[in-house]
């Protein structure tokens, strides 16, 4: 837990998030749901962003209402309100792509999380998908799933692309996955051995941790690749 507290913690910094959002004011739900929206949809389609810039809060309107339900009513189950949610969102988007959607979908129960008050709704958040982007993705493909790779091997722009027949079996392997209490690396260091957690079983939980991790995996790399270029301009590497 002391890994994910870290990464939450990060994130909401890295994504300015206020520190007084409260999941029993519905008005508060815009800010991070915002957030959320701009993830979807800004990285799917730029040349919209101007077009709906103005009318987010209006579109978000009826999604907002109805995680709002669900965190505050025990008669709520988070299936439901998940397969609400992503017509909602197919309908906010004017697009059909259940790829889109689930990023929509699953990043607003991320920023939520991250409210003040989260830790009184925490059983509300334990059913919880893990959000499909680039990174996690990455970290799916090393899971070695031949036939689930074979398909995203053939779907470009992966998280967009994704179908819901798909999007399930991902969900499913990752739940088995973490459910074995799965190693994982959570630091590269030339001069240390590599750093270890065991990822929580929730699958939201273990998101802010893999998310994080592939991200800096890719810099690295980048990095890596470019000691060379690093040598030639006299630049110190480390």
Not at 25 to 35: A, P, Q, R, T
Not at 143 to 162: E, H, M, P, T, V
């Amino acid at each position: 837990m002391e890994v994910l507290l870290q990464e939450k913690e990060d994130f909401i910094k890295g994504m300015k998030l206020k520190s007084n959002l409260s999941l029993k004011k519905i008005d508060d739900y815009y800010f991070g749901m915002e957030k959320a929206f701009d993830d979807a949809f800004n990285q799917y389609a730029r040349r919209e962003k101007k077009k709906y810039a103005a009318e987010k809060q209006n579109l978000m309107k009826p999604m907002v209402e109805r995680i709002f339900t669900y965190l505050n009513s025990d008669a709520e189950t988070f299936e439901k309100c998940f397969a609400d949610c992503i017509d909602l969102s197919k309908k906010i988007l004017n697009n059909n792509r259940y790829g889109v959607a689930q990023k929509f979908t699953n990043m607003a129960f991320k920023y939520l999380f991250c409210y003040s008050d989260a830790n009184e709704f925490e059983v509300k958040f334990q059913e919880c998908h893990m959000p499909l982007d680039k990174y996690t993705i990455k970290w799916i493909k090393s899971l070695k799933d031949k036939k689930i790779n074979q398909r995203l091997g053939i779907i470009s722009s992966a998280w967009a692309n994704i179908d819901e027949t798909l999007y399930n079996d991902i969900q499913e392997l990752v739940t088995n996955t973490l459910d074995k209490n799965y190693t994982y690396i959570i630091s590269f260091n030339k001069q240390a051995n590599e750093a270890t957690c065991i990822l929580p079983k929730n699958k939201l939980y273990a998101e802010f941790i893999i998310w994080h991790q592939e991200k800096i995996n890719e810099l690295y790399t980048i990095i890596e690749r470019a000691e060379g270029d690093f040598d030639r301009l006299g630049i110190r590497w480390l």
